[in-house]
């Protein structure tokens, strides 16, 4: 059973520049969550996502947005790249039917903005 | 719910001692609470969970205690390995909405 995958695993990208993160989440979950985490932080809850739609967000600008396709799989995109987006995101996936509980983490793709 | 905290942020613990992180949150409201260990460059692992209507969960050489009283949270690692080194993160959610994070503790095991 795979658990919750995401490419890349590292990006670099130039300020002001658009990217796109993706996340498989594991088997049996239909809600992904995406976290930023900057060194030596926990991770900061950005958005989540349960059928195809933004469920909650957090406290990050307009620049983030977030799709989830029908299959639950999901993607992150930040426009117009700042040095301060350089961050490890994160996608964590959860069962809705169990309250979003176990939530499961992927390795998370390391963003370098230059 | 924003104020998870770690009591500590480091601990350094002997191979084969206990291990004890603590953790405090703020928001009476939490209702489910889970641990993650990190490893550098890797994403946060699953150790053990509890619900708020739980005071103790044990698991493989781990325990979770939860004091909703005073709102704390600590996990208890026995004969602590090479390999528990990471950080530790406390995590609160409530409603099975976002979960909040502390900043963790980093956890180093002397050989």
């Known amino acids: 059973d795979a658990g919750v995958t995401q490419s890349p695993t590292h990006l670099i990208k130039t300020r002001g520049q658009q990217v796109t993160l993706r996340c498989s989440p594991k088997s049996g979950h239909d809600t992904v969550s995406w976290y930023q985490q900057a060194l030596g932080q926990g991770p900061q809850f950005i958005f989540q996502?349960?059928?195809?739609?933004?469920?909650q967000r957090g406290n990050f600008p307009d620049r983030f947005s977030g799709h989830q396709f029908p299959n639950y799989s999901s993607e992150l995109n930040v426009n117009a790249l700042l040095l301060g987006d350089s961050a490890l995101y994160l996608c964590?996936?959860?069962?809705?039917?169990?309250?979003?509980?176990?939530?499961?983490f992927g390795q998370g793709t390391r963003l370098t903005v230059v | 719910g924003e104020n998870v905290g770690l009591h500590l942020p480091t601990l350094s613990v002997q191979e084969g001692d206990n291990s004890i992180i603590n953790c405090a949150y703020s928001?009476?409201?939490?209702?489910?609470f889970i641990w993650y260990k990190q490893e550098s460059g890797k994403g946060p692992q699953f150790i053990i969970d509890i619900r708020s209507n739980m005071d103790k969960r044990q698991g493989q050489r781990v325990t979770v205690l939860l004091n909703k009283t005073v709102k704390h949270l600590s996990l208890q690692i026995a004969a602590t390995q090479p390999g528990d080194s990471a950080v530790y993160f406390c995590?609160?959610?409530?409603?099975?909405?976002?979960?909040?994070f502390g900043t963790g503790t980093s956890l180093t095991v002397i050989p």
């Open positions: 996502y349960y059928e195809e739609e933004e469920r």
């Open positions: 928001n009476s409201a939490s209702d489910y």
């Open positions: 964590a996936s959860s069962p809705r039917d169990r309250g979003n509980t176990e939530a499961f």
């Open positions: 995590a609160e959610n409530i409603y099975g909405n976002q979960f909040y």
